[in-house]
């Protein structure tokens, strides 16, 4: 009698190091999707304990979850690059909608029954309105802007990285996390800026924060 069980899940996790992001680019500095999984994790770490010191109350179990699974259905679809992703809101839709039933096929197939319920709850969408959600999202856009920081630094003089940088430092400012935004733009920041660079990032910071103030 054939039996469902979790060596097919665990045998997957290895695809993820080897779906590489931003695909297509010159880069110094390759990254792959776990690697990506487990920092996001760990800027979430430190941004919710940041969040808990002034009174919030996070939920570090449903934290966890989101960050380390939240990109597990590349495995199915790779990465595909943000600006394609966000072309269009219809876009977009399709793209979330073709994860989510490829997620729901490999948990009925792979995922032994007594464990589904749980897989389901733990692979859907983590980015939504709560303070894990925020923090996953706040995490993931962080991961971006180190990512394209890092070519940056080097000299990689492709604009997409420029866009890149820009876009996750833009998303960062606004995210409805005050706390959390509030640290990264009066510490990190400048820290970021004083780094010995090959273009100037500080220029590039600067534009950004000039055209956003800071959440009151």
């Known amino acids: 009698m054939f039996t469902i069980g979790i060596h097919k899940f665990f045998t997957s996790l290895n695809d ?124 993931d856009k962080l991961d971006q802007f180190y990512e394209s920081f890092a070519e940056l630094k080097r000299g990689n003089t492709d604009k997409e990285f420029i866009i890149m940088y820009q876009q996750a430092l833009t998303n960062l400012l606004q995210m409805p996390l005050k706390v959390s935004v509030n640290y990264f733009r009066n510490e990190i920041l400048k820290d970021v800026m004083k780094e010995d660079t090959q273009i100037n990032i500080a220029d590039l910071t600067n534009e950004i924060l000039n055209k956003i103030k800071p959440q009151e």
């Open 16 to 139: 993820l190091e080897r779906i590489f992001r931003a695909p297509g680019r010159f880069k110094f500095e390759e990254h792959n999707v776990a690697a990506h999984s487990w920092k996001v994790a760990q800027y979430a770490l430190f941004f919710g304990t940041l969040e808990e010191m002034n009174g919030a109350k996070v939920n570090w179990k449903s934290l966890y979850e989101k960050t380390i699974n939240h990109d597990f259905a590349e495995v199915f679809i790779g990465d595909i690059k943000t600006p394609v992703k966000h072309a269009s809101e219809e876009l977009k839709q399709m793209l979330a909608h073709v994860e989510e039933k490829m997620m729901e096929k490999f948990i009925k197939e792979e995922i032994p029954p007594e464990f589904q319920e749980v897989f389901f709850e733990r692979m859907k969408e983590g980015k939504d309105g709560t303070l894990e959600g925020r923090l996953l999202e706040f995490a």
